[in-house]
């Protein structure tokens, strides 16, 4: 793991909570890496289910999942991910949310604050008690900067009770680092 990298960085910790036989979510397919990374974590019995806007993005993740042989432990809904608690029922042990646009895609199909929001209200809706929510945030680009504010602003004011939130940022870097929010339920 390098922490200069964002995705590897959080898949050290996403790792750490995955069980095999566990159902698990990827809010953001995009190209499908993080969605392959889970259905390797999973075993035979577990099961992925991916969101994504773009029909691109779901066949670009539809194709790598065939390459490594992993389609049928993977669900993928060309929905919102607002939509998480509708399409997968509870305790999920992990979901994962890689904001921003796809790399090589449409940029003006980025998440925005208002779905994520909602998405994390429904994430943690079906999280399983032990079970994490993993945000990294993208401030470089138009409209990444307040959508990280959001994910801030409503990590901060999570029950301590029940949740814990940690953020992990790169301190000594210009140029809006990204930054990882771990939610543990
Ligand atoms: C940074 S990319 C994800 C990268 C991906 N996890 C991977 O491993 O390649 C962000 C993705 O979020 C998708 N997206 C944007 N708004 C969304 C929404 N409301 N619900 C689900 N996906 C959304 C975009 O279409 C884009 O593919």
């Not at 259905?39 to 969101?51: M, N, Q, S």
């Not at 997968?88 to 949310?97: C, D, E, H």
Request: aromatic residues 8%.
């Amino acid at each position: 793991m390098d922490i200069n990298d964002i995705v590897a960085t959080s898949h050290f910790f996403v790792s750490r909570y995955m069980k095999p036989g566990a159902v698990v979510v990827d809010a953001t397919a995009g190209n499908g890496y993080d969605t392959l990374f889970l259905a390797r974590l999973l075993g035979e019995e577990g099961r992925v289910h991916a969101f994504d806007l773009q029909k691109h993005a779901l066949d670009n993740t539809r194709a790598l999942l065939a390459k490594n042989g992993l389609e049928h432990r993977v669900s993928l809904y060309l929905d919102s991910h607002r939509n998480i608690p509708q399409r997968v029922a509870a305790p999920v042990q992990v979901v994962m949310f890689n904001l921003g646009y796809l790399p090589g895609g449409e940029k003006d199909v980025a998440t925005c604050p208002q779905e994520t929001l909602a998405a994390l209200e429904g994430s943690r809706e079906v999280l399983a008690k032990g079970g994490v929510i993993s945000v990294a945030t993208y401030s470089g680009h138009p409209g990444g900067k307040s959508e990280e504010e959001a994910v801030a602003a409503w990590c901060s004011k999570l029950n301590p009770g029940k949740y814990t939130v940690m953020c992990l940022r790169v301190l000594n870097k210009e140029n809006n680092p990204p930054q990882l929010w771990l939610i543990k339920g």
